[in-house]
């Protein structure tokens, strides 16, 4: 099931251009699964394929917001399947300490529960700050970050306390913990006094 709210629409042509665009995707249940606004954007009716400018995501879990995503442009295809980001990805969670998932690219296909994410991929929230070049957000709430990963804690100064790299790290954005993993070399921890 599809909603659509467009206010304008040039009809009789491949691409159709439409403003404001408000957009709900629905299950086959008729569960609301993700909403997209967008103030620019065109639908290629060859292509079965909306092109998007600034859009703005929100994935639901029911009635509620799970994550807000926005970015500089994106492509909706495949039968309101696959969604694409890109440009500035910014992945925000709702909770009271907010958890902010940067990156250039974001990939999801809504048959698959997970999240890919690649390029410049930064994770922060009040406590830490993780760097990798790709990452996965899965169902189970937990982000597996890829080599190289970088990972700092920060002081009460806003000053690095804490620094270690690893080839993966996986956090758990439900217990906010964090671990490390490395099949060939060892994680590196660095201390600052």
């Known amino acids: ?3 659509c709210a467009p206010n304008v629409i040039d009809e009789n042509k491949v691409k159709q251009k439409i403003d404001n665009l408000d957009m709900t995707i629905f ?4 569960d609301k699964i993700y909403s997209i606004t967008s ?3 065109s639908y290629n009716n060859i292509e079965l394929k909306f092109e998007l400018t600034k859009p703005i995501i929100n994935i ?16 909706l295809s495949d039968n309101n399947k696959l969604l694409k980001l890109k440009g500035n990805v910014k992945l925000k969670t709702l909770k009271k300490d ?7 690219n974001f990939t999801w296909n809504i048959e698959n529960t997970n999240y890919l994410l ?5 994770f922060e929230n009040q406590n830490i700050i993780l760097n990798a070049g790709k990452a996965i957000l899965g169902s ?4 597996e970050f890829f080599n190289p990963v970088k990972y ?16 993966n790290a996986y956090y758990n954005l439900d217990t906010e913990s964090v671990s490390f993993k490395a099949k060939d070399k060892r994680v590196k921890s660095i201390i600052y006094f």
């Open 1 to 3: 099931m599809l909603g």
């Open 27 to 30: 299950s086959k249940n008729g």
């Open 39 to 41: 103030p620019n954007s």
């Open 60 to 75: 639901l879990n029911g009635e509620e917001t799970k994550y807000i995503i926005s970015s500089e442009e994106s492509s």
């Open 98 to 104: 907010v958890d902010i998932l940067y990156a250039d």
């Open 118 to 122: 690649e390029g410049n991929i930064r």
């Open 140 to 143: 189970d709430n937990i982000i």
């Open 152 to 167: 700092l804690i920060k002081d009460e100064n806003n000053e690095n306390k804490y620094e270690i790299n690893s080839e």
